[in-house]
Each structure stands twice: as structure tokens, then as C-alpha cells.
């Protein structure tokens, strides 16, 4: 089955760290860009990071550059996403999604996974 | 950044009826660059519509795209009751990614 199953998720202190997992199945992960995408409670969509099926080029929005790191291991089928210095609105239900290409350079999202929570407080 | 802006906020039908949500992008974003997405309480968003008028797979045919420039359409020509849920535009063309802020589809 493809699927995405996300994990790591859980109570963090303001300024401090915490990672997230995504492990893929059913699909050749390495041939596919990776996302997160963000949602915090009762609020829409964001876009946190991407990274290449390579893992060799990254990209950031500007809230959590400097601050979040985008991996993947393609031996394990997993992507990660390493969150340092959290704020409380880092606050959110994070999802992987499979980017796919249409035309251009960026992507549109055709799998998600369920989610994580993190939530960010003292 | 491209700034996505969805109206309307809430768009109260009943089953059956036609929905038109609306998209519109601060500045022009080519229509291979759009995409709609379906998200039910609870759930992850689901791909609806790529390049501003594909439809997904499996997606039925009563789900439509349309639109250029700065102003995108998605429209459910009968709602069924499982349509009822928030639907959000997004823009691939450029760094960063966006989303609109979604329109709700609620039950009248």
C-alpha cells in the first residue's frame, strides 16, 4: 500500500528541539521531492520545507529557515525534520507529502500523510 | 510570495446544488502551476486538481478547475453529502509554496 506515516511528534519547550519522521512505503521514495506542510489548530495550510529525491537540494520557507533542517535517508525510506529553537508558533499538525512535478521546478502534493502534532509550550 | 485569496470564506449549499469557489493570486501564476485540495475534519488534505484543471485520480468527474492568470475556479456542479468539507488552492509556480486560506462548504 502507499501510504505515509509520520511520527516524532509531542510536547516541546520554546527554544528547544525536537524530530520528525516520515516513513514511505508502496512507492520508490528516492525518485520523489519530499515536503512538510504545517497546519496549526483551527488554521490553514503552510508550507515548512522540501527536499530533492536526492536529498541534495532543500528549501525553506522564511519561518523556519535557520531553525529547521530537511533530510531523508533513502536506504530507510524515511524523511526527516529536525526543529530547533521552537517557538510557540511552531505550534501544528505536520504533514509529509509526496511532491510532484508538473511542468517548472516546484510541486503540488499527490500523497499525504496523517500527521503529527507538535505542540510548543512551557 | 505569491499571496493566495479565497472566497468565499463559507459557502453554505445544499446537496445537490452547484458550489463555486474562488481563488485569486496577487500576481500572475501560470495555470500549470495551481492545484486544489479537499480536507475533512481530522483528515490530511487530499489532491483534488493539478495544473489548475486536471483532475487527480480517482477524483469523480463533478470536481472541475479552471481559470489563468490571477483567477482560479473550482467548481462541484452537484454537491454529494461526502463533498462538504474545506477545499484550499495552492501555487507551485514559485519559492515559496503557498495556500490560500480555504473555503469552507458547509451544509445548509
Known amino acids: 500500500e502507499v501510504q505515509l506515516l509520520e511520527s516524532g511528534g509531542g510536547l516541546g519547550q520554546p527554544g528547544g528541539s525536537l524530530r520528525l519522521s516520515c516513513a514511505a512505503s508502496?512507492?520508490?521514495?528516492?525518485?520523489?521531492?519530499m515536503s512538510w506542510v504545517r497546519q496549526a489548530p483551527g488554521r490553514g495550510l503552510e508550507w515548512v520545507s522540501a527536499?530533492?529525491?536526492?536529498?541534495?537540494?532543500?528549501y525553506y520557507a522564511d519561518s523556519v529557515k535557520g531553525r529547521f533542517t530537511i533530510s531523508r535517508d533513502n536506504s530507510k525510506n524515511t524523511l526527516y525534520l529536525q526543529m530547533n529553537n521552537l517557538r510557540a508558533e511552531d505550534t501544528a499538525v505536520y504533514y509529509c507529502?509526496?511532491?510532484?512535478?508538473?511542468?517548472?521546478?516546484?510541486?503540488?502534493?499527490?500523497?499525504w500523510g496523517r500527521g503529527t502534532l507538535v505542540t510548543v509550550s512551557s | 510570495e505569491i499571496v493566495l485569496t479565497q472566497s468565499p470564506g463559507t459557502l453554505s449549499l445544499s446537496p445537490g446544488e452547484r458550489a463555486t469557489l474562488s481563488c485569486r493570486a496577487s500576481?500572475?501564476?501560470?495555470?500549470?502551476?495551481l492545484a486544489w485540495y479537499q480536507q475533512k475534519p481530522g483528515q490530511a488534505p487530499r489532491l483534488l486538481i493539478y495544473?489548475?484543471?486536471n483532475r487527480a485520480t480517482g477524483i469523480p468527474d463533478r470536481f472541475s478547475g479552471s481559470g489563468s492568470g490571477t483567477d482560479f475556479t473550482l467548481t462541484i456542479t452537484r454537491l454529494e453529502p461526502e463533498d462538504f468539507a474545506v477545499y484550499y488552492c495552492?501555487?507551485?509556480?514559485?519559492?515559496?509554496?503557498?495556500f490560500g486560506g480555504g473555503t469552507k462548504v458547509e451544509i445548509k
Open positions: 500576481q500572475s501564476v501560470s495555470s500549470i502551476y
Open positions: 527536499i530533492s529525491g536526492s536529498g541534495g537540494s532543500t
Open positions: 495552492q501555487q507551485y509556480g514559485s519559492s515559496p509554496l503557498t
Open positions: 507529502a509526496r511532491g510532484r512535478i508538473w511542468f517548472g521546478d516546484y510541486w503540488y502534493f499527490d500523497l
Open positions: 495544473g489548475a484543471s
Open positions: 508502496g512507492f520508490t521514495f528516492s525518485s520523489y521531492a
